[in-house]
């Protein structure tokens, strides 16, 4: 099994379609470009913090500074699903 628990890719054909409607939050670590283009994506802050190094007091920090000022960062929390 893998660190974070996965041993394989988990396909969008495998959810149902309550879990597809669902709304949930993923945490982005983008480039230092002017695009931000994506480099690594996560389900949860715990994993972001593994793959980077980086705490995870740290990353919410940083989050939360970048909401408050309506600023840039490294990091971003994207919610998926969202009804409009």
């Given at each position: 099994m893998g660190k974070h628990g996965c041993d394989e890719q988990l396909s969008i054909y495998d959810l149902s379609e309550d879990a597809m409607n669902m709304e949930r939050d993923v945490?982005?670590?983008?480039?230092?470009?002017?695009?931000?283009?994506?480099?690594?994506?996560c389900d949860s802050v715990e994993e972001l913090s593994d793959i980077t190094g980086?705490?995870?007091?740290?990353i919410n920090d940083m989050l939360?500074?970048?909401?408050?000022?309506k600023g840039s960062c490294k990091y971003l929390r994207v919610t998926i699903n969202e009804d409009d």
């Open positions: 945490f982005v670590l983008v480039d230092n470009s002017i695009y931000e283009f994506p480099v690594c994506v980086d705490s995870v007091g740290y939360a500074k970048a909401q408050k000022r």
